[in-house]
C-alpha cells in the first residue's frame, strides 16, 4: 500500500510532511516538521478500506488515547491524533536513534542492557499504573533519541487489563518470539505479560541469542513458550540470570507483578553483581525514579522463583515429543538439548526469528538457456546459567489466590499441539491425495542424516506440498515462512498458493491478460517495514514493478507509479527489508525505486552493450545492486549511481542465469546451469575459492544463503548442497530429491529452508529442507 501525500498534507496543514521513514507494523511512518515551531516529528499513519474504517478508527483511536496519557520521559510522547478521509494519523515525537534490534549484533555489556532494561520498566510502571499493558515489548518497538534515551512506542495493541476486559482475545496478539505464556493459552493478561517479553528481550541482551533454538517453527516456538525451560545463561553474572529466567516463568503468578517489583530486583541484581557504580560506567543516560537508586539496603519485593522457567516434569529443552515431521519443533534427531544442526531453519519461521536473505528476493532458478517456456525474454533471478548464588535475596511466593496452576499452561500446551497436529495430518492427508505426491515424495529412509560436522541443515527433505497449476509453473517465489508460493504459468500468469489445507491460488494477479516474467517476495518479513504482510513484487510486460497483497491478489496503491513506460522488467528484487525495489528490463536498464513511494532512486543504470540483465539482487542495506547476464556480473554503487565493479563472464557470453547477496552482505553468488556457481567479495569484487559444480546435468539452477551466512544453499540435477563461503568447499552430504518429471523451475525461500520444483507435469512441490 502507498499512502497519499495529498491526505496527510490536508489532514495536517500545520506541518510540512517530508520523506518516509519506513513501516511499523501498523502503518507507515513519515518525517514531518512543524510549520511554525520548527520542531520535528514522526507521523504514523494507516490507510483503511472503507469496510474496514469503523473497527480500524477505534483501533488507531485508542492508540492514540493510550500514547496521550502515558507521560514519561521513556515512552514515546504523542502529541496530536486526526482522521481525513481513509487516512488515519498519529504524531508524535522523531527518534532520530534507531531501534534496539539494530544494536543486538551479539552480547551487549551486563552494565548497559541492565540500564536499558530498567528504563523500559519505568516506562511500564507508569503504563500498568493505568490499567495499560502493552503485549508487544521487543526489541523493533523499544527505540532511541540521537542522544542515546531509550523510549517504549507502539501500544498499537495496547488493552486495559484492570477490567474485564482483561482475559485474552480469541486471536494470538503480539509477536511470536516475545510473546507470554498467557497470551497463547487465553489466558489473563496483565502486568507479567508485558515483564514476560521483557524477559525475552533481556535474555537475548546478555547472551547475544534467544532463549529458545532460532530455528523453530511455529508450534515448536509456542511449545516452548508454554512447556519449555530456557537454555542456561552460561557465562552472565549470576543473579542477573536468575533474574533473567524469573522473568521468563510460564505461571505468571511467578514473576513480578508490577514493573517497579522488576526494576526494584534489577537494581538489587545488578548492585550485586556488578556494583553500585554500575549505572554511572553504563554510560545509558536514565530518566528514572531516584528512590530506586537512593534506598536502603534492603531485600527486593520479589525475587526469581528456585525453579523459573517451566511447570513440573516440563521437558529441559526440545521440541514437543510427537511434534508432525512436516512442520514439528526442529531438532535432528540426537541433538543435545533438541536443537536443530548449526544453521538449520524451519519451515515456518516465527516472526523476529533470525535470518532473512539480504537482495535474495526468492526468485524462481530457470533453465539452461535462461528463457521462460512462452516468454520473448530472457530467465529471470536466482531462485531464491542458569540463576547463580542468590542468599542474599529473600524468597518470594506469591499469595496463594493469585497462583494458577501449572495443569492449565500444560493443557493449553497440549491444546496448542494437538489443534496445529491436526490440521497439519489433514492438509499433508489432502496433499496426498493427489497422485503425483506418491511418485515425487522422496524415500524417508534414503535421505541420510548428516555428521556432526556437516553442513547446516541435517540433509533431509519433507515434500510438506503438491498442487496442479493447470499449466507448467515457468517461474516461482516463496515468502520466507514458506506459507506462500507464487508461480507464473508459461503464459505468463501469476497466482499465489498458501500452504493452508483447501486453500484455492490467488489470481490470475492483475486479471487473465495481464503478461508478467519475474516475482519475488521480500526477502526478510521480520524487518518492521511491511509488518505482518509478505508483499509481493511482479515484473512484467507494460515496463512496471507492481507489488502485491499476496492473500488478496490485489495491486497496491498506485503501485504504477514504479513504472518504466516502455520496456519489458524480466528481473526484480526487493531488498532485505522491502523498503527498497529494482528492476531490470529489455533495454538493459536498471531501475531502483522506494517501496513506499514508488519514487525512483534517480535515473537508470544501464548494462554493457544493452545487454539484458537476466537477475538482479539488492544488498541488505540497499547501497548495492547486481546484475547477471550474458555480460556476466555488475556490481552498482546506488548511492553514487555508478557501476562499481563489473566481472566478466568467465565462459565467454554464456548467461549467468542468478546472483543473490548473503544476508549479512559480505558474500555474492552468481551462477549458471552450463558452468557453475563462484562466490565474490561485493565490495571489492575478489572471487573466493573455487568454481563450484551444483550438478552440471540438470536444466534448472537456483541458489541462495542460509539465514547466519554461514553456507551458500544450491540446487542443480535434483540435489541440494551446502557450501562453505570462504573457501566454496561442499560441506556435508548432497541431498537427493526425486520428483516423477522433468524440473522446470525451481526457487528457495530467502533462508532456504524451504524449496520448490515446477514440474513438466504441471505440479509444483514445496519441500522442507532440515
Not at 251 to 269: G, H, K
Request: net charge negative; hydrophobic share 40%; proline share 8%.
Amino acid at each position: 500500500m502507498i499512502i497519499d501525500r495529498t491526505q496527510l498534507v490536508a489532514a495536517l496543514p500545520q506541518y510540512d510532511v517530508g520523506e518516509p521513514l519506513g513501516r511499523g507494523a501498523h502503518g507507515f511512518v513519515f518525517t514531518a516538521r512543524h510549520r511554525r515551531l520548527g520542531s520535528s516529528h514522526a507521523v504514523k499513519t494507516v490507510m483503511i478500506a472503507e469496510t474496514d474504517a469503523p473497527s480500524a478508527s477505534r483501533r488507531f483511536l485508542t492508540e492514540a488515547r493510550v500514547m496521550t496519557a502515558l507521560d514519561h520521559p521513556h515512552i514515546v510522547r504523542v502529541n496530536e491524533y486526526a482522521e481525513h478521509g481513509s487516512t488515519l494519523l498519529l504524531v508524535m515525537e522523531h527518534l532520530g536513534g534507531g531501534t534496539l534490534n539494530a544494536r543486538m549484533g551479539g552480547p551487549v555489556a551486563p552494565e548497559v542492557a541492565s540500564a536499558w532494561m530498567l528504563a523500559v520498566a519505568e516506562a511500564l510502571a507508569v503504563a500498568h499504573r493505568q490499567g495499560v499493558v502493552h503485549r508487544d515489548i521487543k526489541p523493533a518497538n523499544l527505540l532511541f533519541t540521537t542522544d542515546g534515551v531509550l523510549k517504549v512506542g507502539d501500544f498499537g495493541i495496547a488493552k486495559l487489563f484492570a477490567g474485564s476486559d482483561a482475559s485474552a482475545s480469541a486471536d494470538i496478539v503480539g509477536t511470536p518470539r516475545y510473546i507470554a505464556p498467557e497470551q497463547i493459552a487465553g489466558g489473563r493478561i496483565g502486568p507479567p505479560t508485558d515483564l514476560y517479553a521483557l524477559g525475552m528481550t533481556f535474555y537475548e541482551l546478555l547472551a547475544g541469542h534467544p532463549p529458545f533454538p532460532p530455528d523453530l517453527n511455529m508450534p515448536g516456538l509456542l511449545h516452548h513458550h508454554l512447556s519449555v525451560a530456557p537454555r542456561p545463561l552460561d557465562g552472565v553474572p549470576p543473579s542477573l540470570a536468575a533474574l533473567v529466567l524469573g522473568l521468563l516463568a510460564k505461571d505468571p503468578a511467578d514473576r513480578p507483578q508490577s514493573a517497579r517489583e522488576f526494576a526494584e530486583a534489577l537494581v538489587a541484581a545488578a548492585d550485586r553483581d556488578l556494583g553500585h557504580d554500575w549505572i554511572a560506567r553504563s554510560g545509558v543516560p536514565l530518566r528514572i525514579d531516584g528512590a530506586l537508586l537512593h534506598r536502603e539496603p534492603s531485600a527486593p519485593r520479589w525475587t526469581p522463583p528456585a525453579a523459573a522457567g517451566g511447570p513440573p516434569g516440563a521437558p529441559a529443552a526440545g521440541g514437543p515429543p510427537g511434534a508432525p515431521a512436516a512442520f514439528g519443533a526442529q531438532g535432528a534427531p540426537g541433538a543435545q538439548g533438541g536443537q536443530g544442526a548449526p544453521g538449520a531453519q524451519g519451515v515456518h519461521g516465527p516472526d523476529g526469528a533470525a535470518g532473512g536473505q539480504g537482495g535474495h528476493s526468492g526468485h524462481s532458478g530457470h533453465g539452461a538457456h535462461g528463457a521462460p517456456s512462452g516468454h520473448g525474454g530472457p530467465g529471470g533471478s536466482a531462485g531464491r546459567s542458569d540463576g547463580g548464588d542468590s542468599d542474599s535475596l529473600r524468597s518470594w511466593n506469591a499469595p496463594r489466590g493469585r497462583r494458577r496452576p501449572a495443569l492449565i499452561v500444560a493443557l493449553a500446551a497440549l491444546g496448542v499441539l494437538v489443534v496445529t497436529a491436526v490440521a497439519v495430518l489433514v492438509s499433508h492427508r489432502l496433499n496426498s491425495g493427489d497422485p503425483a505426491v506418491a511418485t515425487s515424495k522422496p524415500p524417508s529412509a534414503s535421505a541420510p542424516a548428516a555428521p556432526a560436522a556437516a553442513a547446516p541443515g541435517t540433509q533431509r527433505a519433507t515434500d510438506v506440498l503438491t498442487f496442479r497449476t493447470g499449466d507448467v509453473a515457468g517461474h516461482l517465489a516463496v515468502n520466507a515462512a514458506a506459507t506462500e508460493v507464487a508461480y507464473i504459468q508459461v503464459a505468463g500468469q501469476t497466482y499465489v498458493r498458501s500452504t493452508k489445507p483447501d486453500a484455492k491460488p490467488v489470481g490470475p494477479l492483475g486479471g487473465a491478460d495481464s503478461l508478467f516474467y519475474d516475482v519475488a517476495f521480500v526477502a526478510n518479513p521480520d524487518q518492521p517495514l511491511y509488518g505482518d504482510t509478505d508483499p509481493l513484487l511482479t515484473g512484467g510486460s507494460f515496463g512496471d514493478l507492481e507489488q502485491w497483497d499476496p492473500k488478496t491478489g490485489r495491486e497496491a496503491e498506485a503501485s504504477e507509479t514504479a513504472s518504466r513506460g516502455s520496456g519489458e522488467v524480466f528481473a526484480v528484487a526487493f531488498s532485505g527489508d522491502g523498503a527498497t525495489m529494482a528492476g531490470a528490463d529489455d533495454d538493459g536498464e536498471l531501475w531502483v525505486y522506494s517501496s513506499v513511494t514508488g519514487i525512483p532512486d534517480g535515473g537508470s543504470m544501464r548494462a554493457p552493450e544493452n545487454s539484458t540483465p537476466s537477475a538482479v539482487a539488492i544488498s541488505p542495506n540497499g547501497n548495492l545492486v547486481a546484475t547477471a547476464g550474458d555480460f556476466g556480473v555488475q556490481i552498482w554503487d546506488v548511492r553514487a549511481h555508478t557501476l562499481a565493479k563489473s566481472i566478466p563472464n568467465w565462459k565467454g557470453r554464456e548467461l549467468v542465469t542468478d546472483v543473490a547477496f548473503s544476508a549479512d552482505g559480505t558474500r555474492l553468488a552468481a551462477g549458471s546451469v552450463a558452468h557453475g556457481v563462484r562466490l565474490y567479495d561485493p565490495t571489492t569484487g575478489k572471487r573466493l575459492g573455487a568454481t563450484i559444480d551444483p550438478g552440471s546435468d540438470g536444466d534448472a539452477l537456483a541458489l541462495g544463503f542460509d539465514a547466519d551466512s554461514t553456507a551458500l544453499v544450491t540446487y542443480a540435477a535434483n540435489t541440494v548442497r551446502w557450501w562453505g563461503i570462504d573457501d566454496a568447499k561442499q560441506l556435508g552430504r548432497t541431498l537427493d530429491l526425486h520428483t516423477a518429471a522433468a524440473v522446470k523451475s525451481v526457487a528457495f525461500n530467502s533462508r532456504c529452508t524451504a524449496l520448490a520444483l515446477g514440474l513438466t507435469d504441471g505440479t509444483v512441490h514445496l519441500w522442507k529442507l532440515a
